[in-house]
């Protein structure tokens, strides 16, 4: 019988698609995948080193899957990631148990390490960052049947000053397009309908000088794709260029992340955004006028190292400007290693609840308020799965990245259906589905 893994993942979507990977590189070593952590001969965790709190849920994972190498000494515990990459000495001291230590440019490793360590008594190690693995040619072993998870680029470059990632990612490097192209096509004709491109800095991509918008432009032309994703820009390089091809194609959904992190200039800087406040409103504008009707959705951290109540204001101010459709809000966490963490005069932990109470306030009125806009509307929705709430209702989204829950009537998952919005309550958006020539109707 083939020894069976389990693995978890934690962290960004860039986490999702590695395991996706590594789960590859072992189903084609012979290796069986089990949900089941009770029938695991080896357990691998993904890890995220992004705020203390990703750290610190690790942490007690790790303690919980050490009772099953206890039960079972042969159980092999593996620690993959940007937390492998990061706190490598710290496991290796306070966790004796844990096996197999590998940062994110080391995967292709495991199988080999995996064989090693039924031999070996000491952990086995490699986190040496690369400047050329881009895991081109492999095969991963993808999850659901409707999005596929592609890695375009990996590192990042930026180095804002509160984040861990250019430690634990290393540089910049982008795939080529054709390498990127036919794993999209292979997603099509595996039944994959929708396509997320991923890098910590996905608009920086850049092959043998042809941009990001070429890659979009490309992917969108793949036959038989029917949405196109993409995930996490930075407003730097947000080109207008990438904006014209998003309006050109149907299938490049109508939505855009694009974090603020913060709403002054001074904090900004510190930050090394390398954008200000007034940049940033006039990008959002360019953005809503050439994409009419635009998904907006931000990352915010509060209590940055020095931020003044009436810094963190204009964080508000840029949110009451702009009315984001969807935020995802953090308190600012230490990273040792990054710059940030030099800074003196910390917020206290006070004054960054409520500050994160405060945006996630804002930010709940203002998803109301720009949901409440569509009441009426006709959205094509992706019906994605069954909702939580009732087994006779789908909850899918809209090209703009809202979830919308609608009775089932005749449709199954996968299908793209129109759905008209009825209401907007809370976060959630409610609908009936409705025939083309009712759509044609509402238009
Ligand atoms: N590369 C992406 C996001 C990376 S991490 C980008 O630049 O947009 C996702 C989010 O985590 C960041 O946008 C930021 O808001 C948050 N984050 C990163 N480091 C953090 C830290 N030290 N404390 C709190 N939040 C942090
Ligand atoms: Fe971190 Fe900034 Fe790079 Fe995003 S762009 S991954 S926040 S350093
Ligand atoms: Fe976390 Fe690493 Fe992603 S630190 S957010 S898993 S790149």
């Known amino acids: 019988m083939n020894k069976s893994y389990y693995i978890e993942t934690y962290g960004c979507q860039m986490n999702v698609a590695d395991s996706e990977l590594v789960s590859g590189l072992l189903s084609q070593d012979g ?18 080193a992004i705020r203390e709190h990703a750290e610190d849920k690790v942490h007690s994972r790790l303690g919980f899957y050490n009772q ?8 092999i515990i593996g620690v993959l990631g940007c937390m492998a990459q990061n706190l490598k000495e710290d496991i290796l001291e306070s966790k004796p148990y844990v096996d197999i230590i590998l940062g994110p440019d080391s995967y292709r490793r495991l199988p080999t390490m995996i064989r090693d360590r039924s031999s070996e008594k000491s952990h086995l190690v490699d986190t040496k960052l690369s400047k050329f693995e881009l895991y ?38 982008s795939r ?14 595996d039944g994959f309908l929708e396509i997320t491109l991923l890098g910590q800095n996905v608009n920086s991509y850049n092959h043998a000088g042809r941009g990001f918008h070429e890659l979009l432009d490309e992917v969108a032309q793949i036959p038989g794709i029917k949405r196109i994703r993409y995930t996490s820009p930075h407003p730097q390089d ?31 800087k510190r930050m090394n955004r390398t954008y200000t406040k007034s940049r940033f409103i006039s990008l959002v504008n360019q953005i809503r006028d050439l994409l009419p009707n ?4 931000t990352d915010i951290i509060v209590g940055f190292p020095g931020e003044s109540e009436e810094e963190f204001k204009e964080t508000l101010d840029v949110m009451e400007t702009v009315r984001f459709d969807s935020a995802y809000t953090f308190k600012y966490s230490s990273r040792p290693g990054t710059k940030a963490a030099e800074y003196a005069d910390h917020v206290t932990k006070e004054e960054k609840q409520d500050r994160l109470e405060r945006v996630i306030k804002a930010q709940k009125q203002h998803t109301l308020i720009q949901n409440q806009k569509l009441v009426g509307a006709v959205e094509i929705v992706l019906v994605e799965k069954e909702s939580k709430r009732s ?3 789908w909850a899918g989204r809209t090209d703009s990245n809202k979830w919308v829950i609608f009775e089932k009537e005749d449709t199954q998952i996968r299908d793209l259906v129109p759905v008209q919005i009825k209401h907007a309550k809370g976060i959630t958006l409610r609908g009936d589905i409705v025939s083309i020539q009712q759509m044609e109707a509402v238009k």
């Not at 290796?31 to 995220?48: G, M, P, Q, S």
């Not at 099953?68 to 159980?75: A, G, L, R, V």
């Not at 959904?253 to 200039?265: E, I, K, R, S, T």
């Open 31 to 48: 290796y069986d995948e089990t949900k089941d952590i009770n029938r695991a001969d080896i357990i691998l965790v993904n890890t995220c």
């Open 68 to 75: 099953f190498k206890q039960k079972n000494p042969s159980t």
């Open 136 to 173: 081109d040619n492999m095969f991963p072993s993808r999850n659901t049947g409707i999005n596929a998870w592609i890695s375009i680029m990996r590192g990042c470059d930026k180095f804002c000053t509160f984040c861990i990632v250019p430690f634990t990612r290393g540089r910049e490097r």
């Open 176 to 189: 080529s397009i054709e390498g990127i192209i036919s794993e999209a096509n292979q997603a099509v004709s």
């Open 238 to 268: 947000m080109t207008r260029k990438v904006l014209k091809v998003m309006a050109k194609h149907d299938t490049i959904c109508n939505y855009v992340h694009l974090p603020l992190q913060a709403g002054n200039d001074r904090v900004l």
């Open 294 to 297: 635009v998904g907006l959705s």
């Open 391 to 393: 087994v006779e209702h």
